[in-house]
């Protein structure tokens, strides 16, 4: 059950935090979403200063998170993979997943697994934050990354 159990994290006060969000550029009509969705999320939590970078695929995204992660409180990390009929599907979600942990406890800097894992687009978009849609990755994603940089900045 998508959901169950999710903390309630609809907007952390993070004034005075910095932001860095990467998104891929694959199946743009929902990517271009989440990213619209992890914005929207960045300002209602009070944040200002946001870097966005846009790579090609979900692969590209660890790299440029890295990169984000020396230089921002916080990094969003957004994308979406879509299963086909061959494991490059696993083999894609696996790198791009231990690539954002490695990130994150590298730089000691929170990073946001915001990249749809999905067996379809209609999966996918009913994960992107639409109107209609039953969950908000984007906004999620952001506010998880953002309440860690503020249990790191209170240690």
Not at 37 to 51: D, F, M, P, T
Request: aromatic share 4%; proline share 3%.
């Amino acid at each position: 059950m998508a959901g169950y159990g999710a903390p309630d994290l609809s907007t952390v006060d993070a004034g005075g935090l910095s932001l860095g969000v990467v998104a891929s550029r694959w199946h743009h009509e929902i990517t271009d979403q989440l990213l619209d969705r992890s914005l929207a999320a960045a300002k209602a939590c009070g944040v200002v200063e946001i870097q966005v970078a846009r790579v090609a695929g979900a692969v590209e995204l660890p790299v440029v998170a890295q990169a984000l992660a020396r230089a921002y409180d916080a990094v969003v990390a957004l994308g979406v993979v879509i299963r086909g009929e061959t494991a490059h599907f696993e083999y894609v979600c696996r790198s791009v997943t231990d690539g954002l942990t490695r990130v994150a406890l590298d730089e000691s800097t929170p990073v946001a697994h915001g990249v749809l894992t999905v067996d379809s687009v209609d999966q996918a978009l009913e994960r992107a934050g639409l109107p209609d849609s039953s969950e908000d990755k984007g906004w999620s994603a952001t506010v998880s990354a953002l309440d860690a940089a503020l249990v790191l900045r209170a240690l």
